[in-house]
């Protein structure tokens, strides 16, 4: 009967995720968020390391890391670049990944046939996550190619000649933070796949289960462990005890298993926090939890519904708790450095959270402010239209979307010719002077792509020197596809 009961529940949860769930310009007044959603999705063709596929439509790539691995005699090929540089580091690939499953989950049916490529997107991620996780017992691989090395270059992917270094974490040297992350990635990708593949689907389930209970039995983060082969670059500044939330969250989603409730409510990871992103997880795993108080009003999951929403009202701008700040046109802003992933990010839990009020007839205040489902949906309405090009320099910060957008990515692949034009090789250091430092244009248009985005002012120079906002990444785009979904199904 206990079996009985958690099957049903697992087919409610579900549905709750489903059921609630080459043009430019505008439709109807507004932006083209069905064309915006295909073009974030083919984004990430263009990240691929590995063997590319006879399909891949990003066509001036090819294929690149096959030996991946091999100085742990381990094949870690597949998987995303994280950015515009030839690194594999699995912390963040693993971020994008929960959260491209989370979008298909939430808003799968109102993906259209954007639903099949976003799967696609995912189980490339997958495929090379399950390598990581089980190549070698007692070992998780979470990165290739050493990121000091490589960011001495500017050279393509198919050129790499720098030492491909292979990090991993281990009870002797542990890794919460990544490990958790890559849980959660496998369990909600799990989800996506239980229906269309369920032999991939429990192969998944089961791995994530492995990688969790590593996670939580060897204790520390990874930074640690690692060091120089992740920070600056990716450290865990937020610690591990929020990727432990959140890996149990998907866990708990996943499967049911009161175990990993339980584990939750004896955590106690409940530090308040005003963003979300591929290090700090805690509001994100709020949001996913307070949807469980929604759909089966178990008062355990109470608490995280008002920490969903004390994390609401410090992000809504006229809120007496608000603790983010606007630029001028009314762009979230939060941090100089690759801003637009946190607007991203947070967007995707207003869009989300409104959606779970909306299905429950749910209100609540921030003071004396009333908030709706409408407070919500309005405000990440208006980022993603910042987004696509409604701002005050009228500039799409989605590249290929729309008319005016980057010209000059810092991106090696895209702002070197391909391989078909060029067969040489440029070298480790032969592309900077000829491309990374030149005012004209990237010869090759990574389309979906979404830049760090403009200032506190609105700005953006489009110069290529200038990472913090011209420089695109994976996690930036995989949060917005669930929002661009929603959009597409309300205003087309």
Known sequence: MAALRSGILLGLILFF???????????????????????????????????????????WRSSSGLLDGLPARVDLSGGYYDAGDNVKFNFPMAYATTMLSWSALEYGKRMGPQLQEARAAIRWATDYLLKCATATPGKLYVGVGDPNVDHKCWERPEDMDTVRSVYSVSASNPGSDVAGETAAALAAASMVFRKVDPRYSKLLLRTAKNVMQFAVQYRGTYSDS???????????????KDELLWGAAWLLTATNDASYSNFIQSLGANDATDIFSWDNKLAGAWVLLSRRRFLT??????????????????????????????????????LPASNLQYVTSITFLLASYGKYMSATKHTFNCGNILVTPSTLRNLAKRQVDYILGENSMRMSYMVGYGANYPRRIHHRGSSLPSLTIHPQSFGCEGGFQPFYYTANPNPNILVGAIVGGPNQNDFFPDDRTDYSHSEPATYINAAIVGPLAYLASSYT
């Open 17 to 59: 995720f489903s059921s609630t769930s080459l043009l430019c310009g505008t439709v109807h007044g507004n932006p083209n968020y069905r064309d915006a959603l295909a073009k974030s999705i083919l984004f990430f063709q263009g990240q691929r390391s590995g063997r590319l596929p006879p399909a891949q439509q990003v066509n």
């Open 226 to 240: 690692l060091g120089s082969a992740v920070c600056p670059f990716y450290c865990s500044y937020s610690g591990y």
């Open 297 to 334: 009003n178990d008062v355990s999951f109470e608490p995280f519904r008002q920490q969903a929403e004390d994390f609401m009202c410090r992000i809504l701008p006229n809120s007496p708790s608000s603790s983010t700040q606007y630029t001028p046109g009314g762009l979230m802003y939060k």
